[in-house]
């Protein structure tokens, strides 16, 4: 009986007399005489792996033509928390990194998107830019790759301080970085904005996770590709793709991270995403009314917001402070 009563509720479910879902988009195409495209799956960038969301889950985003564009990853709150523990386990190996190696690897970033230029362009148009504009986002995103790669072993000088003090000590205040950095990347653009808000934060020797445009998310992942082939160690990036109102709130309670970025201009999510962040006293950084393709996109004083300032005193002999005289 009860065999029978599963059935009788499939079913039910399931009219005989109605279409399956997307079998009027297959006639369509069939009498058209076109083939079915099947549609890329982008996955999760987690630990250096290309995993799928542990939920399942997937969504379809639609270009303004109403073309579907991919099978996308719908990230969880627990693949966040994984690419928590990968960023975590990696970020000591690489803050111990020279300012030097991570400027040769981030340069590299942009040797392999310059390689790959051709299919970020192609993956922009799909995206509803046109060539022109693709192009120009795509040479941005290596050059600024490049800029940032060049402040590796400069901002140390800049943002570095010998104080003067009244005894017999030299006192130096040094840039460190933070640690863990969860960033909620810019939803209106495809690839500069996320390589905007990553490249500042691992050039100052933090590790980060990233959540993607969710209505854009076509050259994350195809960024995940490029870093992957760049010597990035594991965990040191990680990028997720999904939707922001799923996973901001996750992103400021994590007890291990250490700081947040949030880009974008909506006030409920930056006040509440300040108010949780409070937990564990992380430092909190807005990005709002910003144009990625700028040139005041790019500053030092990005990876200076993603660094901690450690002073160390260090005694000396006080060989001017005698009373020695003539």
Not at 34 to 61: D, M, Q
Not at 200 to 205: L, Q
Not at 268 to 275: A, F, T, V
């Amino acid at each position: 009986m009860a065999s029978t009563g599963t059935v009788n509720k499939t079913k039910a479910a399931i009219d005989p007399g109605q279409a399956p879902p997307g079998a009027n988009v297959v006639q369509k195409n069939k009498k058209a005489g076109k083939r079915i495209e099947v549609l890329k799956t982008y996955k999760l960038y987690i630990g250096g792996e290309f995993p799928r969301s542990e939920s399942g889950r997937y969504y379809v985003p639609v270009n303004s033509k109403g073309e579907q564009l991919a099978n996308v990853s719908l990230s969880s709150r627990k693949d966040f928390r994984d690419a928590v523990v990968s960023a975590r386990n990696a970020f000591r190996s690489w803050s111990l990194k020279t300012a030097f190696n991570r400027a040769q690897i981030l340069y590299r970033m942009a040797e392999m998107l310059e390689g790959r230029k051709a299919q970020f362009i192609e993956e922009l148009m799909r995206e509803d830019a046109s060539r022109a504009q693709a192009q120009k986002e795509v040479v941005l995103s290596i050059d600024r790759l490049i800029y940032y790669s060049g402040w590796c072993d400069k901002y140390q000088q800049i943002f570095g301080t010998a104080n003067p003090v009244a005894s017999s000590h030299f006192n130096f205040s040094v840039p460190e970085p933070m640690g863990v950095v969860a960033i909620v990347a810019p939803q209106e653009s495809s690839l500069i904005g996320l390589v905007s808000a990553i490249a500042p934060v691992v050039a100052g020797g933090n590790t980060c996770i990233a959540l993607a445009a969710e209505s854009k998310p076509l050259c994350s992942i195809t960024f995940a590709e490029v870093i992957n082939s760049s010597d990035v160690p594991r965990g040191v990036i990680n990028i997720l793709t999904g939707k922001v109102s799923e996973l901001y709130s996750s992103f400021a309670s994590h007890m291990d991270v250490n700081a947040v970025i949030f880009c974008g201009d909506d006030e409920l999510i930056q006040q509440e995403m300040q108010q949780k962040a409070a937990s564990n006293v992380k430092r909190v950084s807005i990005y709002q009314g910003i144009n990625w393709s700028a040139e005041k996109a790019q500053s030092p004083y990005y990876i200076l917001n993603t660094q901690e300032i450690k002073t160390t005193w260090h005694p000396i002999e006080n060989i001017g402070g005698g009373s020695a005289g003539y």
